[in-house]
T-cell receptor, first 115, second 111 residues
């Protein structure tokens, strides 16, 4: 089944404790992206990757890192999480980034709470 | 980025058609109109997209105004499973691939 998977689905952590949220897709998509969703602010793009070893900042990249060593994986790294990073995170992928007709496929979400 | 305007919420009865409107008066000639929806506790999922002509797929229909300044997502027979937030999004040639989600329309379906 074609899908985007994220782990963990739920995470409660403390300020400053490094964490990684994994994202994997099995559709051989070139483009992958991370969004965060907050009440009243909607979904906002954090980082995106157009292909292996190519990543770039989205609208809200502060406090996050990403890497794209393999086509299928795009982990989101919080080196020193803070309470303002408490949010619902979604990973997405699509065949390419430039296609105006490309469909983006979203993962199930990771609910992160930073105490 | 071109913006879209949608009603905050709408209600429908089960098995009746639902018409979800979207205004995009600043749309450019090369923007595609996409619709995504987000079911409770899930990630957004693609519904349909179009450029100028009306479009149909197994999930819904998309009616696009002749001047392209508005569009309507049509669910032909709403089910309880269609209760979700529906987002109307314009996609241009931006090389970030970013989807710009507005507040969307929360659709309630009553049995």
């Amino acid at each position: 089944e074609a899908q985007v998977t994220q782990n963990p689905r739920y995470l409660i952590t403390v300020t400053g404790k490094k964490l990684t949220v994994t994202c994997s897709q099995n559709m051989n998509h070139e483009y992958m992206s991370w969004y965060r969703q907050d009440p009243g602010l909607g979904l906002r793009q954090i980082y995106y990757s157009m292909n292996v070893e190519v990543t770039d900042k989205g609208d809200v990249p502060e406090g996050y890192k990403v890497s794209r060593k393999e086509k299928r994986n795009f982990p989101l790294i919080l080196e020193s999480p803070s309470p303002n990073q408490t949010s619902l995170y979604f990973c997405a992928s699509s065949l390419s980034q430039a296609g105006r007709t490309d469909t983006q496929y979203f993962g199930p979400g990771t609910r992160l709470t930073v105490l | 980025d071109a913006k879209t305007t949608q009603p905050n919420s709408m209600e429908s009865n089960e098995e009746e058609p639902v018409h979800l409107p979207c205004n995009h008066s600043t749309i450019s000639g090369t923007d595609y109109i996409h619709w995504y929806r987000q079911l409770p506790s899930q990630g957004p999922e693609y519904v349909i997209h179009g450029l100028t002509s009306n479009v149909n797929n197994r999930m819904a229909s998309l009616a696009i105004a002749e001047d392209r300044k508005s569009s309507t997502l049509i669910l032909h027979r709403a089910t309880l499973r269609d209760a979700a937030v529906y987002y109307c999004i314009l996609r241009d040639w931006s090389n970030t691939g970013k989807l710009i989600f507005g507040q969307g329309t929360t659709l309630q379906v009553k049995p």
